[in-house]
């Protein structure tokens, strides 16, 4: 494993670790020109001698750094050192929304009704504006979404404050590292626990199997677990119940907001929202919440 501190990529200066993960390693870095923090996130897939990967790392990486939208992280730079590819992004502070559910969770507190709506509608405009783009995430999960307010940092535990906002991170990461499950008809991308059925099963994905992603994290800020337990059962198992048996429904909710969350979870595409934007509006209206537009 190659030792960056101390490097220099991309007029960045890499100064420390911040976070190693299954597809990366992520480092606090300052670029030497703009005298600004920034993260870098150095991908383990080595690309050497691959041109289909290559090819395929610098057009995902391209089309995500030309987004600007304030719910999806800022990239500012890519390219490759020592055959690994790496992106230069925006230096966000503050939990994962992983970790603020599991925080929740700990302190016996469940979200309320209109943060669960605020989050899917802030989620909801970023892939949006993405999807309009031709960019899909392919890996939408709690873990891939930073918390950032406005004034300080968000503590994990506490009531989700009125300037909080999530920011989608990792637009394609997936992809590029050539992150993959094994199965036994092949490989795939992704992370089980929030895979569509048509991402299992190999197929071209599109908008709606991020939708179907975000309506799984849907049913987990609702219910306070997955659908699939990923924990209890295997790997192979958890894909399965994804292709063939319906969620189970949720406790305490009502047939309104339970047909929300089925049809983002419909095993046919078809019959999912065909943008997250219906899906968010839909659960504000079976949630019993105002329209609130949200900018972006």
Sequence with gaps: MADWIG?????????????????AEVYLGRHTTLNRPVAVKILHGHLSGDDTLLGRFRSEAQAVASMRHPNIIQVFDFDIADDQPYIVMELLEGPSLADYLR????????????????LVMYIAAALDYAHTRGVIHRDVKPSNVLLRREAGLLTPGEQFPDDAQPVLTD??????????????SGVIVGTPAYMSPEQISGETVDAR???YSLGIMLYEMLSGRLPFDTESETVASTLIKHITEPPPPLPEATPAVQAVVMRALAKDRNARYQTAGDLALDLRGALGLPFTPVEG
């Design 103 to 118: 925080a929740m969770r700990k302190s016996g507190h469940k979200l309320s009704p209109e943060t669960i709506s605020r």
């Design 209 to 211: 199997s991020d939708i």
């Design 7 to 23: 490097r220099t990529l991309s007029k960045v200066e890499i100064q420390k670790l911040l976070g190693r993960g299954g597809m």
């Design 171 to 184: 637009f394609g990461v997936a992809r590029m590292a050539n992150a993959t499950v094994r199965t036994a």
